[in-house]
Structures are given as structure tokens and as C-alpha cells.
């Protein structure tokens, strides 16, 4: 099973260039959700989403915009690259019922210089 | 608000040794507790949770109990392998939050053989 899938693995951008980072999975799941780690850190969730049509901001959200078009779709955009967004990208998903666990994706390393 | 504290790493020990990860927790209601680790270039997966107090998640040989009294949710090994070596993270779910996940800053094992 291919579960949670991030594209592209690595990036590197240049202060004020824009990218979306991809992210699909496979298993019919309602609540996705995207969070970045920075060195040292634990995880900050940007953006979620209860289903298709749906997103909410999570706690670092400035600077992204997400869509949901899909159940299985969840791409990130990055609208001004700032180096301050330089960190790993990480999309999950999980079921909609309570204490659901959570499966990740890979990750996706971006560099912002 | 909700937030989890986890002991600085990184945790260094030899193999066979016994491995204890603190983590605390601050949460109104009552949440659901987590540990999820992540291997080396890989993205995060469960390794174990409890939803309820004195509740004791277990898997792989590791376990942790949801103590309420002291807002704590410590991981224990009996005996690590240099396989364990990882990062471990400590993270709670806050009641009806759209299985949102608030994290550690997480600790870096390294088993030495």
C-alpha cells in the first residue's frame, strides 16, 4: 500500500519564489493535515482539513494556503518563499473517528536562500 | 492551552540498557496521549498511545501510562537495541479536535553496541 505520498522529496527555492508541495493518499481518509518541523523541534501544524471542500488554519499558517478538491488530495503553496520557511514539510492523514492515529508521508526538505 | 514537554536529547546508551523518555503534558478536557517515532529519513509512525487515564499503550517492547494525577506520559524499554535508534516523539490529541495532534520537541536515542 502506498499510504501517504509528499512530492518533492527536496527543494531548494530562492527568497520570493512560489511552489506547491504535493500530497496524496490512498486510503479513503476524511482529515488530512500538513505540519513542519524545524531543527530541534517538535511538530507545527499549518493547515487541516475534514474533507474535501474543507480546511482550517492550524497554528503556524502565515505564508501558505492549502486546497482540498479531492478526499485524496491535500497540495501546500507557498506563495513568497521566505528563508524563515526553510524547515521539513510533512502531510498526514488519518480516519475521522476519535483518537484516529495519524499516518505521514516522508517528508519533503525545502531550503529557502 | 495544550502543549507537551519532553527531556532534551539526545539520550545516549549502550545496548540491553534501560530507556526511560520523560514527557508531561498540559491539556484541558481529556486528551488522548501519544508516542510516535521516527527513524532516519523516514516520516513519523505510531508506536503507541493511551486514551484514557491509566491507561498503559504498549508495543515493540516499549510502554508508557497515562498518569493524570502527575500529567505524565513516560516511555520505558526494558532492554534498547541499537535498532531503537531514533527520535521519539510525545504528543497529545485534545478531545474532539479532528485528531490534531499537539507535539514534544522530541528526543534523539542513539544505542551504541
Known amino acids: 500500500n502506498a499510504g501517504v505520498t509528499q512530492t518533492p522529496k527536496f527543494r531548494i527555492l530562492k527568497i520570493g519564489q512560489s511552489m506547491t508541495l504535493q500530497c496524496t493518499q490512498d486510503m479513503n481518509h476524511n482529515y488530512m493535515y500538513w505540519y513542519r518541523q524545524d531543527p530541534g523541534m517538535g511538530l507545527k501544524l499549518i493547515y487541516y482539513s475534514v474533507g474535501a471542500g474543507i480546511t482550517d488554519k492550524g497554528e503556524v499558517p502565515n505564508g501558505y494556503n492549502v486546497s482540498r478538491s479531492t478526499t485524496e488530495d491535500f497540495p501546500l503553496r507557498l506563495e513568497l518563499a521566505a528563508p524563515s520557511q526553510t524547515s521539513v514539510y510533512f502531510c498526514?492523514?488519518?480516519?475521522?473517528?476519535?483518537?484516529?492515529?495519524?499516518?505521514f508521508g516522508s517528508g519533503t526538505q525545502l531550503s529557502v536562500l | 492551552g495544550n502543549s507537551v514537554t519532553q527531556m532534551e536529547g539526545p539520550v545516549t546508551l549502550s545496548e540491553e540498557a534501560f530507556l526511560t523518555i520523560n514527557c508531561t503534558y498540559t491539556a484541558t478536557g481529556y486528551p488522548s496521549l501519544f508516542w510516535y517515532v521516527q527513524y532516519p529519513g523516514e516520516g513519523l509512525q505510531l508506536l503507541l498511545k493511551?486514551?484514557?487515564?491509566?491507561d498503559k499503550g504498549s508495543n515493540k517492547g516499549f510502554e508508557a501510562t497515562y498518569r493524570k494525577e502527575t500529567t505524565s506520559f513516560h516511555l520505558e524499554k526494558g532492554s534498547v537495541q541499537v535498532s531503537d535508534s531514533a527520535v521519539y516523539f510525545c504528543?497529545?490529541?485534545?478531545?474532539?479536535?479532528?485528531?490534531?495532534?499537539?507535539f514534544g520537541a522530541g528526543t534523539r536515542l542513539a544505542v551504541h553496541p
Open positions: 504528543a497529545l490529541m485534545p478531545s474532539g479536535g479532528y485528531n490534531k495532534l499537539i
Open positions: 493511551a486514551t484514557k487515564a491509566d
Open positions: 498526514a492523514s488519518s480516519g475521522d473517528s476519535n483518537n484516529e492515529k495519524l499516518f
